[in-house]
């Protein structure tokens, strides 16, 4: 493909760049790649001023640059042509999918696969090898079951949605159009209610629901549990990693994002876009507003408002946070000094 017919389909988003001074320096374009492993032939990106250097370093033949008229005379110094852009990982992004497109299998419904005579199947859907699908279940146009998938009755997948290999949705579960549920994903299942009793832990049976709004992507072998009354529900166009958990009654708003191993307790609630870094915790019932984020590993026991950015266990504000960090490397030589203190009042009051 041709730099120039990759700018054409960039549209708008893209109005600068290197053919604009030289038409005729269009060369052919045959992947992309990370900027320190391009060869001859691709398109990478730089993501800001700080990476740079990279520009003198890479073999590749395109970049896309940020709005930066030092790279972009860097780039051409070194023979490269060049795009830019206000956002050039998200051009990345959308240059991927020039090149490449997941695998969509062709509409039918595999011979292997059981599928209950109660269940309504939609026009256009693919049901894979050994693929379950219960009484009552309801599949809508377009669906795409990939094998092994096992959906449990009275559950409704919307138009569009893939259901990779081996994620089982569970019974009172309601997913949504164009979502997509990864491999070893879990949703719907339990969540984990039991009451103390004299003669032990007394199982709470969990009638409610769990919804999925359109867009929701959940990642690899991550559960989304089902409550005892009421309904778990992620909002749409949110984004969720591998092994996450999200306990029963969570509520989650829309476009949100959730890094892998992240935790929620049940009841939490996360407004709309809501960042929630790798490894966080969150305690039952907390409150998290719109736009708030916490950092890699933050452990958070109260509400957070709206657009605060949080960290550490406990959370505690960001700026303050980094305070804290900065006197943690340094304790020792405070130690230390106390340790000289201590012994000096302590000599001089003998």
């Not at 700080?50 to 033949?61: D, E, L, Q, R």
């Not at 879990?186 to 984990?192: D, M």
Request: proline share 5%; hydrophobic share 35%.
């Amino acid at each position: 493909m041709k730099f120039s017919e990759i700018i054409s389909q960039f549209g708008e988003t893209a109005t600068n760049h290197s053919l604009t001074n030289n038409p005729d320096l269009d060369p052919e374009i045959i992947g992309l790649a990370a900027i320190d492993e391009a060869t001859n032939g691709t398109l990478s990106y730089v993501e800001g001023p700080k990476f740079g250097s990279f520009v003198s370093k890479t073999n590749a033949t395109a970049l896309i640059l940020p709005q930066d008229e030092k790279l972009q005379e860097l780039a051409q110094q070194n023979g490269i042509v060049w795009i830019s852009t206000s956002d050039p990982r998200l051009l990345f992004a959308k240059a991927i999918t020039l090149f490449y497109q997941p695998y969509r299998p062709v509409p039918e419904i595999h011979p292997t696969a059981v599928i209950h005579s109660s269940a309504k199947v939609g026009s256009d859907v693919y049901v894979g090898p050994h693929a379950v699908i219960q009484q009552g279940v309801e599949i809508g146009d377009g669906a795409i079951i990939h094998p092994n998938v096992v959906i449990y009755p009275d559950t409704k997948i919307g138009d569009r949605t893939t259901l990779h290999a081996n994620c089982t949705i569970h019974e009172r579960t309601r997913i949504g159009a164009d979502c997509v549920i990864h491999s070893g994903a879990v949703i719907g299942a339990e969540g984990f209610g039991f009451v103390p009793s004299r003669t032990g832990w007394l199982k709470m049976e969990q009638s409610g629901y769990t919804v999925l709004e359109d867009g929701v992507v959940v990642g690899c072998n991550t559960a989304i549990d089902r409550p005892a009354v009421g309904e778990t529900r992620v909002g749409r166009n949110t984004v969720i990693d591998n092994l996450v958990q999200i306990g029963h009654g969570c509520q989650i708003g829309s476009g949100c994002a959730i890094a892998g191993q992240a935790g929620m307790a049940g009841g939490v609630k996360l407004g709309n876009r809501v960042i929630l870094a790798g490894q966080t915790g969150i305690a039952n019932q907390v409150k998290m507003g719109d736009g708030a984020i916490a950092s890699a590993q933050t452990g958070i026991h109260s509400d957070v408002a709206p657009g605060e950015i949080v960290s550490g266990t406990p959370a505690i504000p960001y700026k303050l946070y980094l305070k804290v960090c900065a006197v943690y490397s340094r304790l020792p030589d405070m130690y230390q000094s106390l340790k000289q203190l201590q012994r000096k009042l302590k000599n001089s009051n003998d």
